[in-house]
């Protein structure tokens, strides 16, 4: 076991599950992650979450956190804007995310008809009822207690500068232009780690003693079909899947090519985390 210093590189939210992300300076952390990450889900008319994996179009959907709004935005359309103080007042329904039925707050008419619009399908927004837990997969947490909101299964998403950059290297070698880290859709990214070490990371101290953040990194992330879709433009293709495929196949996920590692709060709740915070990484291989 040892200690790597380390540094926040970059933070990122997405509000609306699936949608683009916001590029932060400065976050704060809450029991399910970062503040306003993943507390909106676009579902179909069963409840069932819809994400760019069926519909890469959600990837031209912008948010943008106002002083009491989100704001979206997308191509040929007027912005919407939802209240971000939590209403009980909408019917409340049943919201599907993977295995998890969980209750949720219908956000109206006006917004689904914008997605549904969009998107060119019955779409509703739903909003994650602050009230309710929902727990991660205890198989992965040695007894710690976490849970999250429409996250896929974990508060927060870990990834390295390294890693990317290793990424792109081998794709430059097989002539294919480099990719963004927005197209892994991580929380926290780290600099000053070696490519993927992320992978042995177990515990994570952030902005020193004093801030209290403690994070423990849980679970590699097995990725889909995401990372094949180009942010700017929704356009598909498949040489990251192509690449992440020939290096990236991890035992611990069922041999999964995997880019990041999801993460759950273990301390520093209400704590601020900042671009360019000081972290150590506690390695064991």
């Not at 990371?201 to 990725?223: D, H, N, Q, W, Y």
Request: proline letters at 6%; a neutral charge; hydrophobic letters at 45%.
């Amino acid at each position: 076991m040892s200690l790597l210093e380390c540094r926040v590189a970059a933070l990122a939210v997405y509000p609306v599950k699936s949608c683009a992300g916001i590029e932060l300076t400065q976050a704060q952390l809450t029991p399910t992650g970062l503040q306003w990450d993943r507390q909106w889900m676009v579902v179909d008319e069963q409840g069932v979450f819809l994400s760019q994996r069926e519909l890469p179009r959600m990837a031209l959907i912008h948010c943008a956190l106002r002083t009491s709004m989100l704001e979206l935005r997308a191509p040929g359309m007027l912005a919407l804007h939802v209240p971000l103080a939590f209403d009980d007042s909408g019917p409340p329904l049943r919201a599907q995310v993977w295995a998890d039925t969980v209750k949720a707050q219908d956000c109206g008419t006006v917004a689904a008809q914008w997605l549904t619009d969009f998107l060119g399908r019955p779409a509703r927004l739903v909003r994650f009822d602050p009230r309710r837990q929902r727990d991660c997969d205890a198989r992965w947490l040695a007894g710690l207690p976490a849970h999250t909101a429409f996250a896929d299964g974990f508060p927060l998403l870990v990834t390295s500068t390294a890693s990317l950059a290793e990424l792109n290297r081998r794709l430059h070698a097989r002539g294919v232009a480099a990719v963004a880290m927005a197209r892994f859709r991580p929380n926290v990214v780290l600099d000053g780690l070696a490519a993927h070490d992320e992978d042995h990371v177990r515990g994570l101290r952030i902005g020193g003693t004093a801030s209290g953040i403690e994070l423990r990194l849980v679970k590699p992330c097995g990725r889909c079909s995401i990372p094949d879709v180009e942010p700017a433009t929704a356009r598909v293709g498949h040489a990251v899947s192509d690449e992440l495929a020939s290096y990236r196949s991890d035992p611990r996920v069922n041999g999964a090519a995997t880019f990041g590692v999801n993460a759950v709060v273990v301390s520093g709740q209400g704590s601020m985390l900042t671009v360019d915070d000081l972290a150590q990484a506690e390695l064991g291989f």
